[in-house]
């Protein structure tokens, strides 16, 4: 790469006319006169603050869908412990229902027996 504007070697002009072009202020829109070093610089710091805000942003919402899914499963998830021990009482009062109809039935057999 020649960095002089006739070819010659050790002749730096023109990558001295590049370093006064990067250090001459220039007209940006939102950024004012600035030289464009420092016009690049604000707009990668102004891009990083927006990515890290999305990133953020994104993570809080992550956060209330988990609790907003916990919720919704703490409401209408089955309890395991709960369910078996309702299984147990309605078992228990089959049993107990079977052994009343076994005696009536017992006792209807005793009573036709007596005829």
């Known amino acids: 790469m020649a960095f002089s504007s006739d070819g010659n070697p050790g002749n730096s002009d023109n990558l001295k006319d ?3 072009i990067s250090n001459k202020p220039v007209a940006i829109s939102g950024y ?10 604000a707009m990668v710091g102004d891009t990083a603050i927006k990515a890290r805000q999305a990133e953020s942003d994104y993570q ?5 869908s988990e609790q907003a899914i916990a919720a919704r499963d703490n409401v209408s998830a089955v309890n395991s412990d709960e369910e078996a021990a309702n299984l147990m009482t309605f078992a228990n009062a089959h049993n107990a229902n079977m052994k009343v109809i076994s ?3 017992q006792l209807f057999d005793s009573v036709l027996q007596l005829f």
């Not at 004012?32 to 610089?41: C, E, P, Y």
């Not at 809080?60 to 209330?64: G, H, L, N």
């Open 32 to 41: 004012g006169s600035v030289t464009l070093n420092d016009a690049f610089t």
């Open 18 to 20: 590049l370093i006064d």
């Open 103 to 105: 005696t009536a039935n």
């Open 60 to 64: 809080a919402k992550q956060a209330m």
